[in-house]
């Protein structure tokens, strides 16, 4: 019997038996149950542009090069397209800071929160943002309700 398939059944004890289901399927299949492409829409608060910000410094940049000790809290809608006007699927929630001197790097943590009649619960989101890299890959670490106990690679990619 493999780990994870124990570690399911302790943790079945304790999970309401939907999600044991959906768990323990994914266990048995060894293949992720969801793909999605999603869309995050950031736009830092300038001191103008009070109605549509979606994300603030919380401090701001040092002296140094490449906006290094920036931090950003943001709540940013998450949709199915590329526009922003569409309507949100989720909404993004927690922080990243800038935390190379040499180069821009970001490193994020949030939470992707879903509540509509597709899908509910959250993904729990974190890791470095490699900002000169076409694609970065953050870790999935966990989530809730229709993504309880999700691992895997969030990638993202810049337009």
């Known amino acids: 019997m493999c780990s994870s398939l124990r570690s399911f059944q302790r943790l079945a004890q304790l999970a309401p038996p939907q999600l044991q289901l959906v768990s323990f399927n994914a266990i048995l299949n060894e293949k992720p149950c969801k793909r999605m492409v999603l869309y995050y829409h950031d736009i830092i608060f300038n001191g103008t542009n009070v109605a549509n910000a979606t994300s603030a410094k919380a401090s ?17 809608p998450i949709t199915k397209d590329h526009h922003l006007l ?49 694609t970065r890959d953050l870790s999935v670490v966990g989530g809730t309700g229709d993504f309880f106990m999700t691992r895997g690679i969030a990638t993202l990619r810049t337009d």
Request: charged residues 15%; without cysteine; proline residues 3%.
């Open 60 to 76: 701001n940049e040092t002296e140094l090069t490449h906006k290094f000790g920036m931090l950003v809290v943001f709540n940013d």
């Open 86 to 134: 569409s309507p949100p699927v989720a909404q993004a929630q927690g922080f990243y800071f800038y935390d190379m001197k040499t180069t821009y790097n970001a490193w994020f943590s949030y939470t992707l929160i879903f509540n509509s009649t597709k899908h509910k619960g959250t993904i729990n989101i974190m890791g470095a943002d490699m900002i000169d890299s076409e």
